[in-house]
């Protein structure tokens, strides 16, 4: 339930957000690389996003806009570039729920 009252939805929302722990970033990313996942091999944060699963960079910037709007945040794209593993992925998004 939502309920609008002089921007307090916002300041709510930020405090949701940024309250989750790394662990519940890492498994929404998780949800989302599952289809991508090979084999019986699990995803962990050492996971390398382009090579140890089976995701185009098409489907790569996919989820990154996906995790953007749930997480409300924007992922520069020269910092997309830089990030290899969802240990990396989830620090970026941690780091950039708290600058909010």
Do not use: W, Y
């Not at 498994?27 to 091999?41: D, K, M, V, W, Y």
């Amino acid at each position: 339930m939502i309920v609008e009252t002089d921007g307090m939805t916002d300041t709510l929302e930020r405090a949701r957000v940024s309250g989750q722990s790394r662990g519940e970033v890492i498994r929404e990313i998780c949800r989302h690389l599952a289809p991508f996942q090979t084999g019986e091999r699990p995803i962990t944060g050492g996971t390398v996003i382009a090579k140890d699963l089976t995701i185009d960079s098409l489907a790569i910037m996919d989820m990154v806009m996906e995790l953007e709007d749930h997480f409300d945040i924007s992922i520069p794209m020269n910092v997309v570039a830089e990030i290899h593993t969802v240990d990396q992925l989830a620090d970026t998004i941690q780091k950039l729920c708290a600058r909010r």
